[in-house]
């Protein structure tokens, strides 16, 4: 949140506040302030607003910021270790990652000779990049990493267009078998498949 914000937040707050049944509270404000203030104004709104929607205790620092985790889709490290690891050593093969697991990819591919230094040094560079991304409040960003077997593509590509990762017009030119858009329905919402057609 910009400085400019603070009054913004501070009414969300104090609104917050005298909903839970308190008194608004200019030291409370200063501690949510300075603990959130790296998150984006209409981030910490929405994950307010959910906490609301279904708690009945006033939200503290800690609950805002484990409903954004969850909320941001990024894999814990154990999961994006697993979608790497067949990867390393291996550029036959596609994966759909996300930009702080291809940046921990970086690290651990040095180390490919030796698979639990790899592991270790993968997923300690992943929880650093992770915490950063989500002080800073961006959102998890899917991508694409195509492996050179352009016929094992299908698989990992259709499948990230199932979960909401990518769209499928992001896909749709390095499909190998590529569905009809009344295949790729079933895949994504409507609205999702007409960008293709």
């Given at each position: 949140?910009k400085q400019?914000e603070f009054?913004?937040?501070?009414?969300?707050?104090?609104?917050t506040?005298?909903?839970?049944?308190?008194?608004?509270?200019?030291?409370?404000?200063?501690?949510?302030?300075n603990?959130?203030r790296?998150?984006?104004l209409?981030?910490?709104?929405?994950?307010?607003?959910?906490?609301?929607?279904?708690?009945?205790?006033m939200?503290?620092v800690?609950?805002?910021?484990?409903?954004?985790?969850?909320?941001?889709?990024?894999?814990?490290?154990?999961?994006?270790?697993?979608?790497?690891?067949?990867?390393?050593?291996?550029?036959?093969?596609?994966?759909?990652?996300t930009?702080e697991?291809?940046s921990?990819y970086?690290?651990?591919?040095?180390?490919?000779?030796?698979?639990i230094?790899?592991?270790?040094?993968?997923?300690?560079?992943?929880?650093a990049?992770?915490?950063?991304?989500?002080?800073?409040?961006?959102?998890?960003r899917?991508?694409?990493?195509?492996?050179?077997?352009?016929?094992?593509r299908?698989?990992?590509?259709?499948?990230?267009v199932?979960?909401?990762?990518?769209?499928p017009n992001?896909?749709?030119?390095?499909?190998?078998?590529?569905?009809?858009?009344?295949?790729?329905?079933?895949?994504g919402t409507?609205?999702?498949v007409?960008?293709?057609?």
């Open positions: 949140m400019n009054d913004s937040f501070s009414e969300m707050l104090a609104a506040q005298r909903y839970y049944g308190r008194a608004p509270d200019a030291t409370v404000t200063t501690i949510y302030w603990a959130l790296a998150l984006p209409v981030t910490v709104r929405a994950a307010m607003q959910e906490h609301i929607a279904h708690s009945k205790f939200p503290q800690s609950d805002i910021l484990d409903a954004l985790k969850a909320q941001d889709e990024r894999p814990e490290a154990e999961a994006a270790w697993a979608i790497v690891a067949p990867t390393l050593g291996n550029e036959y093969v596609t994966i759909v990652w930009e697991m291809a921990a970086g690290v651990a591919c040095h180390l490919a000779d030796d698979k230094a790899a592991r270790m040094a993968f997923k300690e560079s992943y929880a990049a992770v915490r950063s991304a989500r002080d800073q409040g961006k959102p998890a899917w991508e694409l990493c195509l492996g050179y077997d352009a016929a094992g299908d698989g990992p590509l259709l499948a990230a199932a979960e909401g990762k990518l769209l992001a896909v749709r030119p390095y499909l190998i078998n590529a569905p009809a858009v009344e295949d790729l329905k079933r895949l409507d609205a999702t007409k960008q293709i057609e």
